[in-house]
């Protein structure tokens, strides 16, 4: 399976854009880029996805390299209630399973 | 539109008890998944449903650990006997048809703790 590569950490000033990044050398043709994330104490919560072109919708922004090799996810204005841990996943889009493989995530502090 | 149902909330129980979790689907998603979180660690997927059939079950520890889904609706996953490694929370997530868009469903998921 193709493995995405985050920083543990990121911390931001509240009202101001986060960029989240994420890494995938590996990444398939065919293999679809998706953003979770989870804050305290609920399961992880869809954030976006997109396959080669950048996507928005009311949540986020997902800006995917050329080379489809990097992601970024774009908060365009952090909140305190976006303090979460964001997980960048590859998910395959061939085979009955097409399963999300989850890493550990990037925990996102958002400071007042 | 209704979120992804689980019970209980938290569990505590004795190493070699055994528990079982409920979860209740969105409504028409036909695939169900369990994952298992470790504190400080990402969900790790332990079996996939389509329908009332196994998908994918590869990472489910099978001398211990079982799971149903009858009628192609609700499910439970038991652990019988439980280890201390077993504390964990576990999610359970629907999605329909297995579809790319929109994406997975979670629930808020069991607290299970293992004394």
């Known amino acids: 399976d193709a493995k995405t590569t985050q920083p543990n950490s990121m911390e931001s000033n509240e009202e101001e854009p986060v960029h989240l990044p994420c890494n995938h050398s590996t990444i398939s043709g065919t293999d679809y880029i998706h953003w979770y994330r989870q804050l305290p104490s609920q399961g992880p919560e869809y954030v976006i996805h997109?396959?080669?072109s950048n996507v928005n919708n009311r949540m986020a922004s997902l800006a995917i390299a050329e080379d489809r090799k990097s992601s970024t996810l774009i908060l365009h204005r952090a909140t305190l209630r976006d303090a979460a841990v964001y997980y960048c996943?590859?998910?395959?889009?061939?085979?009955?399973?097409?399963?999300?493989?989850f890493g550990s995530g990037t925990q996102l502090t958002v400071l007042p | 539109e209704a979120g992804v149902a689980q019970s209980p909330r938290y569990k505590i129980i004795e190493k070699r008890q055994s528990v079982a979790f409920w979860c209740n689907p969105i409504?028409?998603?036909?695939?169900l998944y369990w994952y298992q979180q470790i504190l400080g660690q990402g969900p790790k997927l332990l079996i996939q449903f389509q329908n009332n059939g196994v998908v994918d079950d590869s990472q489910l520890p099978k001398d211990r650990f079982s799971a149903e889904r009858l009628k192609g609706v609700d499910s439970t996953l038991k652990i019988q006997p439980a280890k201390l490694e077993d504390s964990a929370v576990y999610l359970c997530?629907?999605?329909?048809?297995?579809?790319?868009?929109?994406?997975?469903?979670f629930g808020s998921g069991t607290r299970l703790t293992v004394v």
């Open positions: 997530a629907s999605s329909f048809q297995g579809e790319i868009a929109g994406g997975y469903t």
């Open positions: 409504s028409g998603h036909a695939t």
């Open positions: 997109g396959l080669t």
């Open positions: 996943i590859l998910r395959l889009s061939s085979g009955s399973a097409r399963q999300l493989t």
